[in-house]
């Protein structure tokens, strides 16, 4: 089955620097990339996806990248904020009908003000 | 349009006995799913759902049951509660768009103490 390898664990970055965070994933049929935040005690919310067919998405400060080739994928924020602290999780899915996720271990973000 | 609503948000049972998560969405999403979130180990998903009247295993379902027979609702059981059941439970649904993944949406999920 698929297998979803996430790092760092956590990361600190000074308030306006960015911020990357990697996954690998193990099963070559995986074509659908999910980016979720949890904020602490609440729910996962998706931040941005990406699909197989595309190499980049960008949406205002928030990037991924996929590498299908290598199967992994990056996340990219861009003038961390504040807000932007939080765990971060990566997923892949192979969207055979079920559309079950696999999800990373996640990333704890600290933006230093 | 309250999304994906769980109860209850908090639950303490003692080792052996049962009890049910309820999950509701009003999305007319076809596909439902159950995740355990535990400390360092991400989400992974219990059981799963692609409509009403059909469930599926996820990738930890020992010790858990779920039924669907309607499709704004999906619900979780634990039939005779383990300490290693303590975790946080989610709850997301999504539309089923014939073989092409959306987005999962998420309830504020259910924090589950085993004693």
């Known amino acids: 089955g698929e297998n979803v390898e996430q790092h760092p664990s956590t990361l600190s970055v000074q308030e306006g620097d960015s911020a990357v965070i990697k996954c690998t994933y193990s099963d070559s049929a995986s074509n659908y990339f999910p980016w979720y935040k949890q904020e602490l005690g609440k729910r996962p919310q998706l931040i941005i996806d990406i699909r197989s067919n595309v190499g980049e998405k960008k949406d205002q400060r928030i990037a991924v990248t996929l590498n299908k080739t290598a199967k992994h994928f990056s996340l990219h924020i861009t003038e961390t904020q504040p807000e932007d602290s939080a765990v971060y999780f990566c997923?892949?899915?192979?969207?055979?009908?079920?559309?079950?996720?696999?999800f990373g271990q996640g990333t704890r973000l600290t933006i230093n003000p | 349009n309250a999304g994906v609503t769980q109860t209850p948000k908090f639950r303490v049972l003692k080792t052996g006995q049962s009890m049910t998560l309820l999950c509701a969405q009003d999305?007319?999403?076809?596909?439902m799913y159950w995740y355990r979130q535990d400390p360092g180990m991400g989400l992974r998903l219990i059981h799963y759902?692609?409509?009403?009247?059909?469930?599926a295993k996820g990738e930890v379902p020992d010790g858990y049951n779920v039924s669907r027979l309607k499709k704004q609702n999906f619900l979780l059981g634990l039939e005779s509660a383990a300490p290693s059941q303590t975790s946080v439970y989610f709850c997301a649904s999504s539309y089923g768009a014939g073989g092409v993944d959306q987005p999962q949406h998420f309830g504020d999920g259910t924090r589950l103490s085993i004693l």
């Open positions: 997923a892949a899915s192979s969207g055979q009908g079920a559309q079950k996720l696999v």
């Open positions: 759902s692609v409509g009403e009247g059909t469930t």
């Open positions: 999305m007319n999403h076809e596909y």
